[in-house]
């Protein structure tokens, strides 16, 4: 088990280097619980459940669990605040303990990737994902690690529909294992940095057998 630790308000404890924020984007309450759109929250719980961090204080307008992982300490963060606002949360986070945007990491869906497809970038714009707009808008700066996890192309359906539906069968044995390597893929970046994190995981999944995942949507 990782012992939780108490940080001070400028983020530092003694021992140890400025604290990474790791944010996970998605929906709070039990409609939203599985859907899609809520990548970021189950990558965060795995990383939880893999680093024996309890993620369940309220603390600005999220749920966070503090830790230490590979002697980096951590703050992982759910926000409470619904997607669209989720950088109100984050934003709020980052001013509180003076955290710079390169020890930010967020964690979130894209339909622009191929369902359980990893994608690890160091900076980038926001593209069409709604709760990457406000964290950027926030935060004040798109220079900050995050690891986009892919669900695949909507096809014929309502995008919106399609991000806040629950998953199939199928597609829920491919999104589970996408979720634990992004989980290892964070504790990578901790552990051996975000290039190295990078070449390993930015692989593209085969997806012959699959239909319906190589178009290509904007949202809204």
């Known amino acids: 088990m990782v012992p939780s630790v108490?940080?001070?308000?400028?983020?530092?404890?003694?021992g140890y280097e400025k604290m990474f924020v790791i944010a996970g984007l998605g929906n709070p309450g039990k409609k939203y619980?599985?859907?899609?759109h809520n990548m970021g929250f189950l990558v965060i719980d795995r990383i939880a459940e893999k680093c024996g961090i309890d993620v369940s204080r309220i603390k600005h307008r999220a749920l966070v669990g503090d830790g230490i992982i590979s002697g980096r300490k951590v703050l992982l963060v759910k926000p409470q605040t619904y997607m669209n606002l989720s950088?109100?949360?984050?934003g709020e986070i980052m001013g509180y303990y003076h955290v710079e945007p390169e020890n930010l990491i967020v964690i979130?869906?894209?339909?622009d990737i191929d369902m359980g497809s990893l994608r690890i970038r160091k900076k980038g714009s926001a593209g069409s994902h709604n709760g990457m707009k406000s964290v950027i808008a926030h935060v004040g700066s798109q220079d900050f690690p995050r690891v986009?996890?892919?669900?695949?192309?909507?096809?014929?359906r309502d995008w919106k529909d399609f991000v806040i539906g629950r998953v199939g069968k199928k597609e829920q044995d491919i999104l589970k294992d996408a979720v634990d390597r992004a989980a290892?893929?964070?504790i990578s970046i901790l552990e051996e940095g975000i290039d190295r994190a990078m070449n390993r995981y930015n692989v593209r999944r085969d997806t012959s057998d699959e239909k319906g995942n190589?178009?290509?949507?904007?949202?809204?």
Do not use: C, M, P
């Not at 950088?87 to 984050?90: D, P, Q, R, Y």
């Not at 979130?108 to 339909?111: S, T």
């Not at 986009?148 to 014929?156: A, E, K, L, T, Y």
């Open 6 to 14: 108490s940080f001070l308000t400028d983020g530092s404890v003694k």
């Open 33 to 36: 619980e599985k859907t899609r």
């Open 87 to 90: 950088g109100e949360s984050i």
């Open 108 to 111: 979130y869906d894209d339909f």
């Open 148 to 156: 986009r996890v892919g669900i695949g192309s909507s096809g014929d």
């Open 184 to 186: 290892d893929a964070v």
């Open 214 to 220: 190589d178009q290509h949507n904007g949202r809204g």
